[in-house]
């Protein structure tokens, strides 16, 4: 995929969530079944670092149980971290950037050298490209203890009926399928509004080649949420440094 056509989907998605980030957070009032289970198992001192962090409902659950650590969450829409910063107590040590993922130096802002968690729930599927997804992990890795743990989960939609019947053609935003990439997809929006976005659907195999790409460790895969409890593909992959003897 050649950068105008990065571009132009990084930049289809900046305008669904500025032009509909109300209507959005309005479906976004409580955490996935598998985000709910994932955050049970987080040690409570781990500092953690929340990739999309959107309208902050991840980091309202950590400050109502016994989290301690840091937490730093990034998301590109001024609109959902201005959601995302209310009804926090003082006591929890966390802060808000806004950050485009798509940019090379997102990484700038972040307020430790490391962390021991990063989160990126339904983040990676709005990234176009293969190479731009294995940059942002490069630099997830980077950014990650020795055997710090990155989990994160992918949209499965093919696997919904309901959502298939959502796919719009390409040239709704004057693309072609010789742009995009396989496993690319335009959905539309229609709940207070009407809006497209990019979404890529990942298979678990794809998953694990990127994984082994970028230096991870799978170690564990589930699906959950939705009819079927199918619509979210979940991953905990793990980092360790190479031994440099």
């Not at 079944?33 to 929340?50: C, F, H, K, Q, T």
């Not at 808000?96 to 490391?114: A, I, K, M, N, T």
């Not at 997804?133 to 203890?145: I, K």
Request: proline letters at 5%; aromatic letters at 10%.
């Amino acid at each position: 995929m050649n950068q105008a056509t990065i571009s132009k989907l990084l930049e289809l998605n900046h305008q669904f969530y500025q032009t509909l980030a109300h209507q959005f957070s309005a479906t976004r009032q409580r955490l996935q079944p598998g985000v709910a289970r994932l955050l049970a198992s987080l040690p409570p001192e781990a500092n953690i670092l929340d990739l999309g962090c959107g309208n902050g409902e991840l980091a309202r659950l950590l400050a109502r149980g016994v989290h301690q650590g840091v937490y730093t969450g990034l998301d590109f829409s001024a609109e959902l971290l201005s959601e995302a910063r209310h009804n926090l107590p003082t006591s929890f040590k966390a802060t808000f950037h806004q950050v485009d993922l798509g940019s090379p130096s997102w990484d700038g802002v972040l307020p430790l050298p490391r962390y021991d968690i990063i989160l990126a729930f339904a983040v990676l599927h709005h990234l176009p490209g293969q190479q731009l997804r294995q940059a942002v992990l490069q630099t997830v890795s980077r950014y990650l203890v020795s055997g710090g743990k990155f989990i994160h989960s992918e949209w499965q939609f093919l696997n919904s009926p309901r959502l298939r019947q959502r796919l719009q053609p390409w040239g709704s935003v004057d693309l072609s399928d010789e742009d995009v990439e396989a496993g690319d997809y335009l959905l539309d929006w229609r709940q207070g509004g009407y809006g497209l976005r990019y979404v890529h659907h990942f298979s678990p195999e794809e998953l694990e080649a990127l994984a082994h790409e970028t230096g991870f460790a799978i170690l564990e895969a589930f699906l959950s949420d939705g009819a079927g409890g199918k619509l979210g593909l979940y991953q905990v992959w793990e980092y360790n440094y190479p031994d440099r003897g």
